[in-house]
């Protein structure tokens, strides 16, 4: 009998990755997305190739079979994937979970119409508790009483961690636009008791009963590594994150960084000091692959998001905070990302007109959650003013 997974997102992330790990594990994987020319080659080649972006990989290429495709805009396509899927995947990027919310009630709804027991839905996106928030908006259209008490009973919305590098890839001239380059490291962590029915066997997915540590583990030590060196390397006109980290000096701050956040987690999680100081090492390995080319324009983008007060700037320095350690350089992060000055991203174009308008100060209060005055504030202040020369 054939498994059924639906994937959300057949982008780069989507088709190199959770897709792709699905595959793997025996499941028909139904890519939706909004893009005809993905959802067309989906369904006419059936098929993929991943290509390994590392100087040895044990394995160069894997070829990804049993795909297909449907649109997003096709409520009754859609309707019908969701309603014969076993496990429901998303790599959207965490602004769009609103919108396909709604469709993903309607499949719920005529699931249990249909007498369809348990299904469970993993938001796979750089945000904290996603899977939850996604839980929360499907419930926005879901008024009947019958629906609630059916999703709460027979659908799960485990929440995840996920990482694994996905450049933009130039796919060879076979005539397959869905071919992608990855990284060989991946981790997919998804929260063991939020699941519903039978756990599902998937290569690759680690359960685990401490989701939050390695949640905060990822985002505060990867993601905040990977921000610095792109916000430090676009002040310096570098293009790539692999080139950035050639600049010693941008190369002891990126360091610098994911060792304060490492060691605010280690207080916090109980991590050991010596395992984590090798799980910074092997990211600073990944930033360095030469085989990635990382845009640091690309990896900046969004900057009002990454200043969030519990994302992977200002989660690290408040977490430092609490237990009185170093942040000096997760401040200076903070400043280089209120320096990204991109007229192609619109939160950039935001962050610049608030600063202008309100004041430095302000903003930092504002969006950081810094009270004008305090140590930080300065600090951070002093960074910016120093950055920008």
Not at 208 to 219: F, H, I, S
Not at 296 to 323: H, I, W
Not at 355 to 363: F, H, N, S
């Amino acid at each position: 009998m054939t498994k059924n997974a639906l994937h959300f997102g057949a982008g780069n992330i989507g088709r190199g990755f959770i897709g792709a790990l699905l595959s793997d594990s025996g499941y028909h994987v139904t890519f939706a997305d909004v893009v005809e020319g993905l959802i067309k080659a989906l369904n006419e080649h059936g098929e993929y190739v991943i290509t390994i972006l590392d100087v040895a990989p044990e394995e160069p290429t894997k070829k990804i079979t049993n795909v297909s495709g449907v649109l997003s805009s096709d409520p009754a396509a859609l309707t019908a994937a969701i309603l014969e899927s076993e496990i429901i995947t998303t790599a959207v990027g965490p602004n769009v979970l609103r919108i396909i919310s709604r469709s993903l009630a309607a499949g719920i709804t005529d699931r249990r119409k249909a007498g369809k027991e348990y299904l469970n839905i993993i938001a796979c996106e750089n945000m904290t508790g996603a899977s939850t928030h996604l839980k929360g908006e499907i419930l926005k259209h879901l008024p009947n009483s019958e629906d609630q008490e059916y999703l709460e009973k027979y659908v799960g919305f485990p929440n995840c961690a996920v990482d694994r590098i996905v450049p933009p890839f130039t796919p060879p001239a076979d005539g397959n636009i869905l071919s992608v380059g990855v990284e060989a490291f991946f981790e997919w962590i998804v929260e063991e008791p939020a699941f519903k029915g039978p756990r599902p066997e998937i290569h690759g997915m680690k359960l685990t009963n401490n989701l939050v540590a390695y949640v905060q583990r990822k985002l505060f030590t990867l993601n905040c590594g990977h921000a610095t060196t792109a916000y430090l390397g676009y002040l310096k006109k570098y293009k790539t994150v692999d080139e950035t980290l050639k600049d010693p000096a941008i190369e002891e701050t990126v360091y610098g960084v994911m060792k304060e956040s490492g060691d605010a987690l280690c207080k916090k999680h109980g991590f050991s000091p010596e395992e984590h100081a090798k799980y910074i090492e092997k990211i600073m390995n990944r930033f360095r692959n030469p085989y990635i080319k990382d845009d640091v324009a690309r990896v900046g983008r969004e900057p009002l998001r990454k200043l969030g007060p519990a994302d992977r700037l200002v989660g690290p320095a408040k977490m430092a905070d609490e237990y009185g350690l170093p942040k000096k350089n997760l401040l200076k992060a903070i400043a280089a990302c209120l320096l990204y000055d991109n007229s192609e991203d619109k939160q950039s174009v935001q962050l610049k007109k608030d600063i202008q308008e309100k004041g430095l100060e302000e903003v930092v209060e504002d969006v950081l959650g810094f009270k004008k005055g305090s140590e930080e504030s300065a600090l951070v202040l002093q960074a910016y003013k120093e950055l920008k020369g």
